[in-house]
């Protein structure tokens, strides 16, 4: 496999796909902004540019579609470098197949990944806090997903938790484990990839000047009009 050259179809992928949207913006008469949007007002919004500038709109309405960003650890627990400890953002950008890797949370985001670099070659082990990947899933489903994942090379480490790890550049990311037994390993890995959910992205939106709040998950409470 030329993983570089893997990477740089994905990347043509991301720039046919964001220049598409622009395309389809300026056909249909979209005007557009960029830069980072935020409330001044229950009927304004600026947007602050790369450039320094700030351009203030007036608008009678407003969709907030910020999307949301990977959760991560307690500070100083394992931190995000996106180069050795990484989220799927990460693990879209990485310069070469790690040996080995571990992935923390065995939902979706994380079994996608997990399951293309095992298909690369790396040797992957997912760490689940529960007795079963993707608990959301019906346990039929479930189970024969796992089958599925553990003929691809994947390992798997129920019911455990992560409790803490090194980020040593040199030799990758060692990650303390403590299994249902109570028992706390220590597993090595060139890269781990933190894949435990995702939050909204709501903060420095200004919602406050709005008349918006949010709930304890960041999420913007909502009713029938707004």
Known sequence: M?????????EKAVTGLTSGIEFLFKKNNVDYLKGW????????VAC???????TEIN?????????????SLPAGMLDIDEEFVVTST???????????????????IGLEMGSVYARLGSEVTVIQHTDRICPFLDLEVSKAFEKIL????????MNSR???????????????????DGNTETLDADVCLLSIGRR????GLGLEHAGLETNKYGRIDINKTW
């Open 2 to 10: 030329d993983f570089s050259k893997l990477m740089k179809s994905k």
């Open 37 to 44: 949007g935020r409330f001044t007002g229950e009927n304004s």
């Open 48 to 54: 602050d540019s790369e450039d320094g500038n700030t």
């Open 59 to 71: 608008v009678k309405n407003v969709i907030i579609a910020t999307g949301s960003e990977p959760t």
């Open 90 to 108: 990460g693990a879209l950008a990485l310069t070469k197949i790690p040996k080995r890797m571990i992935v923390v949370g065995g939902g979706v």
């Open 150 to 157: 553990k003929k691809q090379g994947i390992k798997f480490r």
């Open 162 to 180: 992560l409790e803490g790890g090194t980020n040593n550049r040199e030799n990758g990311v060692q990650c303390r484990v403590t299994g249902k």
């Open 200 to 203: 909204p992205y709501t903060q």
